[in-house]
């Protein structure tokens, strides 16, 4: 089981950027497969970014394909999600989310979930 704490949401404007970032306990981070999904009011959570182990294969959502960017740093435990270009829909909490291997879009791949940080992209 690994802990996962989202952080570096806010409210930003239309074509602003803002940069996500997910710090995961556990000395096995490096194994996990990592993924960044959003849930907006009223709807489904759904998967935004995915990224393997070694960042080698990642997989975007058709809406956010060219705006955003999934990374990780093994040594810092960390995942991250550098939107850029963000538009009034793409408001929602975001959550990160890690598979034991890589699931990239298969919400139930993932075992375990961070709380969740609020992004409110204001028109």
């Known amino acids: 089981q690994v802990h996962l704490v989202e952080s570096g949401g806010r409210l930003v404007q239309a074509g602003g950027s803002l940069r996500l970032s997910c710090a995961a306990s556990?000395?096995?981070?490096?194994?996990?497969?990592m993924g960044w999904f959003r849930q907006a009011p009223g709807k489904e959570r759904d998967v935004v970014a995915a990224?393997?182990?070694?960042?080698?294969?990642?997989y975007y959502a058709d809406s956010v394909k060219g705006r955003f960017t999934i990374s990780r740093d093994n040594a810092k435990n960390t995942v991250y999600l550098q939107m850029n270009s963000l538009k009034p829909e793409d408001t929602a909490v975001y959550y990160c989310?890690?598979?034991?291997?890589?699931?990239?879009?298969?919400?139930?791949?993932?075992?375990?979930w961070g709380q969740g940080t609020q992004v409110t992209v204001s028109s």
């Open positions: 989310a890690a598979s034991r291997g890589y699931s990239g879009s298969t919400y139930r791949g993932y075992a375990d």
């Open positions: 556990g000395r096995t981070f490096s194994s996990y497969g």
């Open positions: 990224i393997n182990w070694s960042g080698s294969t990642t």
